[in-house]
């Protein structure tokens, strides 16, 4: 294995379709990931709930079908241990970085699922990452309030469709940050 240490970040985009506003007493229900400037890179699942409650307009804003789910969805354990092995399995090409948009939301759900069933993070022990919005505040000197993902896509000139499923969401913040990273240097 090469030195961990010269290869190049993998920025991982993270996003998570839930049925309620925490982990543990609601359900991440999906889950995609997909690395920044390099499209062929992706991974998606899908999750067994892992209680009765929910929030029924959390639950329609994914689309998802809980029934479905139970039934047919890999269990969390089973998933989120996919997930680690996908994202272990990057180390031999870079070094895995969570990003997200919001990473305080979808940070949440992955660090909780990784942790309570796998026993870690791979994305590390505080499973801290990259926050879209903070990241372009930074590059610009701008303020929160002109840092949504639609003022960040008009200004890199991309449109992408935004459709609650976490694998095509995850695929467009990749996008998204991948033409944020190739913008030029701002000026001093």
């Known amino acids: 294995m090469a030195d961990s240490a010269k290869l190049p970040e993998l920025y991982v985009a993270v996003d998570v379709e839930a049925d309620g506003p925490i982990p543990g007493p609601y359900s991440m229900l999906s889950l995609g990931m997909a690395v920044a400037g390099r499209p062929d890179l992706r991974f998606?699942?899908?999750?067994?709930?892992?209680?009765?409650?929910?929030?029924?307009?959390?639950?329609?804003?994914?689309?998802?079908?809980?029934?479905?789910?139970?039934?047919?969805?890999?269990?969390?354990?089973?998933?989120?241990?996919?997930?680690?092995?996908?994202?272990?399995?990057?180390?031999?090409?870079?070094r895995p970085v969570f990003l997200a948009a919001p990473a305080v939301w979808d940070g949440m759900f992955v660090h909780w699922y990784f942790v309570r069933f796998v026993g870690s993070s791979p994305f590390g022990a505080t499973g801290s990452g990259v926050d879209l919005r903070s990241y372009w505040m930074g590059r610009t000197a701008g303020e929160w309030s002109r840092s949504r993902k639609t003022d960040i896509l008009k200004a890199v000139g991309l449109r992408l469709p935004?459709?609650?499923?976490?694998?095509?969401?995850?695929?467009?913040?990749?996008?998204?940050?991948?033409?944020?990273?190739r913008l030029p240097p701002p000026s001093p």
Request: avoid cysteine.
């Open 44 to 94: 998606y699942t899908e999750l067994k709930p892992i209680s009765d409650d929910y929030v029924p307009q959390a639950l329609a804003v994914s689309g998802l079908d809980r029934e479905r789910l139970i039934a047919e969805a890999p269990t969390a354990q089973e998933a989120m241990a996919a997930a680690a092995a996908w994202v272990n399995g990057l180390r031999t090409v870079g």
């Open 162 to 181: 935004h459709t609650h499923h976490a694998g095509e969401d995850a695929a467009e913040l990749a996008a998204i940050f991948d033409a944020v990273r």
